[in-house]
């Protein structure tokens, strides 16, 4: 048996998880900061960083601990090196360097969007590359094809605002607090999806990007003209999103190639409306679909465990010098997308 530790601090969530190569998860343990930062409607990177000072080393300990197992036991030690916010990522990263270099054991470093990109292959045995992957999560909205650990060719991002950042926005307009994604689905399920008209940004466009910046200013506005009810607002929200990701998935279906399955990871893969509406697609395609369940879809250190046992196996591991990434592009070789606010 391979054991991998894996630690994740890119955002707000402080994890350790242990990881197998049969694909078991011998523990976990995952601190949200949701109480520090909802003041704010955001996360703030100072706050961010400082908690997971505070927690991560205890975290570790007590993951051990939880599956009778100590540091000696692992075979290496996997953290998110990038990207996210930076000073997270290297509270993140030197733990794991310290703790690598006190028991004489590889350091992996992970791009958390691998971790989100191979987790649905922690779930299921069965998945095998290539598969065509929907990432959306807080900060990316990307299709890509995933041939291999380390090989993603990037077919469309989006040219503005991210997924999950189109559902916290909305969420933050409605006056629903943070994390918003969570807290929309529940209101959406209660409302009418017909009852506002909103646009879909890019629908049957050629290009193959997403956008969202504009969906997002049409909730303002239709939150600020007081004519709906906020349940109305969210689920046609939601519904719009939807028809926009089905519209983008489609296409990039026709451009990938051939592939085992169409696959969604990344927080925005909680949402169950979401999955639904991508099952239906992918088995209209004669696809496979693929999701990983709830808690591995949100940021969690089982998948960067996991990208590390995928890594380790291959014999691929990282130089203790290795840096934190603040940016850290899964296709580095992808075209730049033109858009107003392009973040990857
Ligand atoms: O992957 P993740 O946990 O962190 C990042 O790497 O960004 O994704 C968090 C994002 C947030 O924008 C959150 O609102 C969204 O995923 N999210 C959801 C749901 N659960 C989380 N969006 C829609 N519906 C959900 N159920
Ligand atoms: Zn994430």
């Not at 692992?74 to 270099?101: E, F, H, R, S, Y």
């Not at 239709?222 to 983008?248: G, K, T």
């Not at 969604?264 to 679909?289: D, H, S, T």
Request: aromatic share 4%; charged share 20%.
């Amino acid at each position: 048996m391979t054991l991998v530790l894996g630690i994740e601090s890119s955002c707000d969530e402080t994890a350790a998880a242990l990881v197998t190569d049969e694909r078991r998860i011998l523990a976990q343990r995952i601190a949200s900061q949701d109480a520090e930062h909802a003041p704010y409607g955001g996360v703030v990177p100072e706050i961010a960083a400082r908690a997971h000072v505070l927690r991560l080393a205890p975290l570790i300990a007590a993951t051990l601990a939880d599956a009778g197992l100590a540091l000696a036991d692992v075979d290496a030690v996997a953290a998110t090196a990038g990207p996210g916010l930076i000073g997270g990522v290297m509270v993140g990263l030197v733990t794991a360097k310290a703790l690598a270099m006190a028991a004489d054991k590889p350091l992996i470093a992970i791009n958390h969007l691998e971790g989100h990109a191979l987790s649905p292959r922690l779930a299921d045995a069965t998945l095998e590359y290539p598969y065509l992957l929907l990432l959306a999560s807080g900060g990316h909205c990307q299709l890509l094809r995933v041939a291999g650990v380390g090989q993603y060719q990037r077919l469309a991002t989006t040219i503005d605002d991210a997924l999950g950042e189109a559902f916290d926005k909305s969420a933050k307009i409605l006056g629903l607090g943070y994390p918003g994604g969570p807290a929309v689905e529940r209101l959406a399920a209660r409302g009418n999806p017909r009852a506002v008209p909103l646009p879909r940004p890019l629908l049957g466009a050629e290009e193959p990007h997403f956008s969202f910046a504009g969906l997002k200013s049409a909730v303002l506005r239709a939150a600020e003209a007081q004519v709906h009810a906020p349940e109305d607002i969210a689920a046609s929200f939601q519904a719009a999103a939807i028809d926009c990701v089905r519209d983008r998935t489609a296409r990039a279906i026709t451009s990938a190639g051939p592939v085992n399955a169409l696959v969604m990871a990344g927080g925005v893969a909680a949402n169950q409306a979401m999955r639904a509406a991508l099952a239906r697609l992918a088995a209209r395609e004669g696809l496979r679909f693929v999701a990983p369940p709830l808690a591995l879809c949100t940021d969690n250190a089982a998948m960067i465990g996991w990208a590390g046992i995928e890594r380790l196996v291959l014999g691929q591991v990282s130089d203790l010098e290795v840096a934190a990434r603040p940016r850290w592009p899964l296709d580095p070789d992808a075209e730049p997308a033109r858009g107003a606010g392009v973040k990857a």
